[in-house]
């Protein structure tokens, strides 16, 4: 079990990511097709959305994959491993995901097979998000000012110190042109200019945790987190206004949809909508008091909800022409 502080850095899927093992754990297939109580009792709490493949990692390193918008899911086959929190695909082929112990595992076949690149389980601080700028070079971060990159596409990782202190990083956010924003504990917000080559602290809004943000269609970027605060920066990052929220559940992820729609999801069922580019969120009905960890493109005019309790379909408001 991790340290108490870690906690809160581990609420980015708004759960109790150090309780007891998943109801699901003892029914779950080693691959396959997964039946929908067990996708339904599963912790799932990071999701990506590639081509058609929808990617989800959570309990007990456990990796599902849906090819149909969320309606079936199979487990991949990936090796033993603790709880997973993040996923990325560079593109529909090569991904990583990363989790508690350090973990860093990779897949060069969209997800289907994955294999395990770094564990650091002494070190106690768990991953909480992966980036990749190309296929060589990538970065993961986490608990206690976790900081580890690659050169290499992943066959080695170093270690690295972009902070003085040990905050939590939570969240990689890419921009254009190698611009990357890291969201933290306590505020923390750091900024690169140079595909991660060098980092700066900027000052922030908040000095409450920030789980992640989303970029708009008009490039302003979206972070949000603790006390569903939510902010805005017009400048790639530099500088951060508040956006109106009457909920304080807590924010954890995000995404923009292909219709440039921000779709975030956080604790008690919460599910915030936005078709101005950020500036201004609207609740969707979810029907739920538990807690998602991300909102993910699903079928039409819907998405896909991942967290306490698996994954679900959500239908989005239709758009007012």
Do not use: C
């Not at 150090?18 to 699901?24: F, G, L, N």
């Not at 296929?135 to 690659?150: D, P, V």
């Amino acid at each position: 079990m991790i340290k108490t502080r870690a906690a809160e850095a581990l609420a980015v899927a708004g759960l109790l990511l150090v309780a007891a093992p998943s109801r699901a754990a003892d029914i779950l297939p080693e691959t396959g097709p997964l039946p929908k109580v067990t996708m339904e009792r599963l912790l799932l709490v990071d999701a990506t959305h590639r081509g058609s493949r929808v990617v989800a990692v959570g309990d007990r390193g456990y990796v599902v994959l849906s090819d149909d918008n969320g309606k079936s899911w199979r487990r991949a086959k990936s090796p033993a491993a603790p709880l997973l929190t993040a996923v990325t695909f560079l593109d529909a082929k090569y991904g990583w995901a990363v989790g508690h112990d350090s973990v860093i595992i990779a897949s060069e076949d969209g997800g289907e097979t994955w294999v395990q690149q770094f564990s650091a389980p002494a070190e106690q601080r768990p991953l909480l998000d992966v980036h990749f700028v190309d296929r060589n070079r990538g970065f993961a971060i986490g608990a206690y000012g976790a900081f580890y990159e690659t050169s290499d596409g992943g066959k080695s990782w170093n270690a690295r110190k972009v902070i003085e202190d040990d905050k939590h990083l939570n969240a990689f956010v890419s921009l254009p042109e190698g611009r990357l924003v890291i969201l933290g504990e306590a505020g923390t917000i750091l900024l690169s200019p140079d595909s991660g080559k060098t980092w700066s602290a900027v000052s922030s809004p908040y000095k409450g945790s920030l789980f992640g943000g989303v970029v708009a269609d008009d490039g302003a970027v979206v972070a949000f987190g603790l006390r569903g605060r939510i902010f805005r920066s017009t400048d790639a990052g530099k500088t951060w206004k508040a956006v109106d929220n009457a909920s304080v559940a807590t924010l954890m992820g995000g995404s923009r949809l292909p219709d440039g729609a921000l779709v975030i999801a956080g604790a008690g069922g919460t599910v915030l909508v936005s078709r101005d580019n950020g500036q201004s969120f609207v609740p969707l009905a979810t029907g739920s008091t538990k807690a998602f960890s991300k909102a993910v493109l699903g079928p039409p005019n819907a998405v896909i909800l991942i967290g306490e309790t698996g994954a679900r379909e959500a239908a989005l408001p239709i758009r007012k022409r």
